[in-house]
């Protein structure tokens, strides 16, 4: 079998090939969306999973690859109107958990989903990022039921499939269920109630998924994770299948939907939360170190950052060429003219001036001081803030909130290879137009903080302790007396920055759209930012996907067109 890393690169590379093994588009319209992702094309010759899996074990590894491959995909096919880049799945979730808080704004007033985004001013008209999400999920659970039709036990066997290959295809199976669980847990986290769909429903034809509700579609995701990290499951073992899937990655995903079951169900599960978290202190990950090399250019090849890594999306320069996931976090962070010769802060080619950090959350999470926006200089304690670039800024955004230049831009994800320094990647052949920086899905360091709230929601925060005391340590910070809601805002909102976590973070404590945490832009055009209302904490249904499918119901607050 081709090595995991190596097999991921070759099936990106086949999306260019004839022999494609997983394309289920060619019956779609523009109008019929995402229902219609379930049928299959009437033309025998299209070189689809139906006609072609055969006995070839590649042939099933590269139908798994188009699954994985959903999240780093530009391919518009089932997107109208939009930027490739733009549609990507990485970074449209990570526009709408990070752009819409406290954490991130972006310049490019021009873009038709930035505004909203930016002062939570969405409305069911159709927002782009909000509408990229909704599709690339619902699509990619399509892709994965039908990759679950072909390879079930009595289509292998009329094939003539040899015992030692179905057996390596369960495991095959097991990740796509994995993959089809994490996609459902974005969209009942942006979306609340989405429709529902597995390899046992039908599909084709005249066929309209119905909704579920958010908590059924919860204890759904409960139950196939609880499966795939069992012992009975045939899921790869934990820690051995880097950058795809295993059994810790099940398991973190599940640690996370245990966090936001209040939200999600009303009903909170603290006691399964920390059982979870021990179960995954017992498969071997180690916190990585050193912080800054969790986001730097070769973190798929360095074996301490792998230890702490559950799952992650790959990227690579020269075989992902993708403008969504850590490119545009790379590319976005600075402007041109902050890539020169003389200065490339991390190593990459593009300066789109897109996306910054607002000047009130640096200094209420890191505690700055000294800022020198000539220099460039400033001071900060906390390892994990040493990743600011201040360099020609200004401090406030306030009546600037479109000026690139207002506000400080972070270079957390960095393509330049941990230990080098950024004298030995000056050449202009050394920078990249793409990313190497994989991007962390589900890593040991949000585990321990997802442990540390759940230990003090069980009345049990001491146990947590070492957990919290080892991030405090690797940051360089003397860790707190005791656990605390206020303290973990901040933890996460050090320790996760800019990880796609902030928004869900925020609607769990309860400060998302209240009056009682304010930030700037924060509710509408107001730079001292005001609450907005509790609809807000999901996304509407996108209006072409109502039209589409007359059984969808809008969610409340929002009208249906």
């Known amino acids: 079998m081709v090595a995991s890393r190596e097999y991921w690169f070759l099936v990106i590379k086949m999306r260019d090939m004839k022999k494609i093994i997983y394309m289920l588009m ?37 139908g798994l690859g188009r699954l994985y491959f959903q999240f780093v995909t530009n391919d518009l096919t089932d997107l109208q109107q939009m930027d490739g880049g733009a549609s990507e799945t990485i970074r449209a979730f990570w526009s709408v958990q990070e752009t819409t808080t406290d954490a991130a704004k972006c310049s490019w007033e021009n873009d038709a989903w930035v505004r909203a985004l930016n002062t939570n001013t969405w409305t069911e008209v159709q927002n782009d990022a909000v509408y990229a999400v909704y599709v690339r999920t619902l699509q990619g659970i399509a892709y994965v039921n039908e990759y679950l039709r072909q390879t079930e036990a009595s289509k292998l066997k009329d094939r003539g499939v040899p015992e030692e290959l179905a057996a390596k295809i369960d495991g095959f199976r097991a990740e796509a269920r994995f993959i089809r669980a994490y996609l459902y847990w974005m969209a009942l986290d942006c979306f609340g109630s989405v429709p529902f769909t597995t390899e046992k429903s039908p599909f084709g034809g005249t066929y309209f998924p119905q909704q579920a509700s958010r908590s059924d579609i919860f204890a759904y995701c409960v139950s196939e994770l609880t499966y795939l990290m069992s012992d009975e499951s045939p899921m790869p073992a934990p820690r051995s299948n880097y950058p795809r899937a295993d059994k810790g990655s099940a398991a973190g995903l599940l640690a996370r939907m245990y966090l936001n079951s209040e939200v999600y169900t009303g009903t909170p599960r603290w006691n399964e939360c920390k059982a979870v978290c021990e179960s995954i202190f017992a498969m071997g990950y180690t916190l990585c170190p050193e912080y800054a090399a969790l986001f730097r250019g ?14 992650a999306v790959d990227y690579d320069s020269d075989k992902t060429e993708s403008y969504g996931g850590t490119s545009y976090i790379l590319s976005a962070t600075l402007a041109s003219t902050d890539i020169t010769d003389e200065s490339r802060p991390n190593g990459q080619v593009n300066g789109w001036a897109g996306l910054r950090v607002p000047y009130e959350y640096v200094k209420k ?27 020609g800024r200004k401090e406030s955004m306030d009546g600037a909130l479109y000026s690139f230049m207002n506000g400080w831009s972070c270079l957390k994800f960095n393509n ?20 190497d920086v994989d991007f962390p899905m589900i890593r040991l360091g949000e585990i321990y903080l997802i442990y540390a709230e759940a230990c003090m929601n069980a009345g049990a925060s001491g146990q947590a302790m070492p957990m919290v005391r080892a991030l405090s340590e690797r940051a360089g910070v003397n860790p707190p007396v005791e656990i605390t809601q206020e303290f973990l805002v901040a933890e996460r909102a050090r320790e996760l920055m800019w990880e796609a976590h902030r928004r869900t973070d925020l ?3 309860g400060l998302y759209n209240t009056d009682s945490y304010l930030w700037p832009y924060k509710g509408g055009d107001s730079f001292a930012g005001q609450a907005f209302p509790d609809y807000k904490c999901i996304f509407p249904i996108p209006p072409v996907e109502l039209a589409a499918n007359d059984a969808l119901v809008q969610n409340p607050g929002y009208a249906r067109p």
């Open 298 to 311: 070769d973190n798929g090849e360095n074996a301490l950052v792998r230890g702490e890594m559950l799952w």
């Open 507 to 509: 609607i769990r404590y």
């Open 416 to 435: 330049i290879p941990y230990g080098k320094t950024d004298q030995e990647f000056l050449p202009v052949s050394a920078t990249k137009g793409f990313s």
């Open 365 to 391: 999470y890191f505690d700055v001081s000294g800022q020198d926006y000539v220099t460039g200089g400033y001071e900060v304690a906390d390892k994990r803030g040493e990743v600011f670039y201040i360099k």
């Open 26 to 62: 060619a019956a779609l319209t523009a109008a019929a969306c995402v229902r219609d992702l379930d049928t299959l094309p009437l033309n025998k010759t299209e070189p689809i999973s139906e006609y072609v899996y055969g006995t070839d074990e590649n042939a099933y590894l590269s």
